[in-house]
């Protein structure tokens, strides 16, 4: 029976999958569209239906989803039908007992969450211990705040704009909850904490900000752009081929060699290793104006940057590296030019 049951259970999301349903939601009025709010094609759509929603001036507002879904938006291009990007103020991600469905296996592409003043997060989960917000995939979205509440594991995290925080939830690294197994691939970030409970990836991202209450990470080919002091709590993490541009790697009240990231944490001993990371280095972008990102920020190497060959095996450091590279050199993305298969475009 249990050889059985392992046999039929691809087999049921197979079927999902093969039966999957399209959806085109659109708030503006006079457009070709299934729903006029992300909601109520949430609320329609069956698991692992896809929903595509047009870029508009008004913002779609909150999404709750308790079922795995896809979620398409029109990115961050001026090519499209309206000139807008899909703009969502928050989505929650979580379960729903009474109907026995869970929101893990959901993609999440080419949305923008604008800021507010008193902005809570973007994305949200809400996991318990026993239920787990698993196998989420955000990529290409603009994006400022993601926090993890409860228990969140084997999320890919790829080609965004998170310009704020991700807090992991993880208190401790022998917690039940908290995030667990994510991994941050070619992404502009800002600050990542509390990623207490261990396996976090970050490889080839540009890290504006610092790394806070963080444990068993790798962290390979990025270049951090912070003046200041960049780890704060980190430990027993292996740290690879990164370029700083700060020689203030940690405290020196925290760390045995506040000017590296291979050290000793002095509070409790746990060393963090790894070779080949660089220091008080400028990465020479081509344009960097500080405080801009959208506004022309690219992240783009000049000729004879250090960071062209600095990565892994003579591999370039960066966003513009690595297996995963950012999707758009002249930063208008993340823009999403052709979400779907030729013979379901003529859909909208």
């Avoid at 807008?84 to 959901?106: E, F």
Wanted: charged fraction near 20%.
């Amino acid at each position: 029976m249990l050889k059985k049951s392992f046999f039929i259970l691809p087999l049921i999301l197979f079927n999902y999958v093969l039966h999957a349903a399209v959806y085109t939601v659109c708030n503006q009025l006079g457009v070709k569209r299934d729903f006029s709010s992300i909601q109520s094609a949430v609320e329609h759509a069956s698991p692992y239906d896809t929903i595509f929603v047009k870029g508009s001036p008004m913002n779609y507002g909150n999404v709750l989803i308790e079922k795995p879904l896809v979620l398409i938006g029109e990115g961050f291009s001026d090519e499209f039908h309206t000139g807008h990007t899909a703009k969502i103020t928050r989505i929650l991600l979580t379960s729903n007992p009474y109907k026995r469905t869970i929101s893990s296996g959901t993609l999440i592409k080419g949305f923008e969450f604008p800021y507010f003043p008193g902005q809570r997060p973007n994305i949200i989960t809400m996991g318990t211990e026993r239920v787990k917000i698993e196998n989420i995939t955000l990529e290409r979205n603009w994006l400022w705040f993601i926090e993890i509440v409860g228990a969140a594991e084997n999320w890919t995290i790829r080609n965004n704009v998170i310009r704020g925080w991700v807090n992991g939830g993880g208190k401790s690294d022998n917690s039940n909850t908290g995030a667990l197994n994510f991994r941050f691939q070619n992404n502009i970030l800002n600050s990542l904490m509390s990623f207490q409970r261990g396996q976090l990836s970050l490889e080839n991202n540009i890290v504006l900000g610092r790394l806070k209450d963080v444990r068993g990470a790798e962290v390979i080919n990025n270049i951090f752009t912070r003046d200041d002091v960049l780890l704060e709590n980190v430990s027993g993490s292996r740290f690879q081929n990164n370029i700083s541009m700060s020689t203030k790697i940690g405290h020196e009240n925290c760390y045995e060699h506040p000017g590296r990231f291979e050290s000793r944490i002095l509070t409790n001993g746990v060393a963090n290793t790894g070779s080949a990371n660089q220091t008080g280095v400028d990465p020479g972008f081509i344009y960097w104006p500080a405080d801009d990102i959208m506004g022309g920020t690219v992240f783009l190497l000049i000729d004879n940057s250090p960071a062209r060959r600095s990565g892994v095996g003579g591999t370039e450091a960066g966003i513009f590296g690595g297996r995963f590279p950012f999707p758009s050199k002249s930063f208008l993305n993340p823009e999403i030019a052709n979400p779907f298969p030729t013979f379901i475009t003529s859909i909208y």
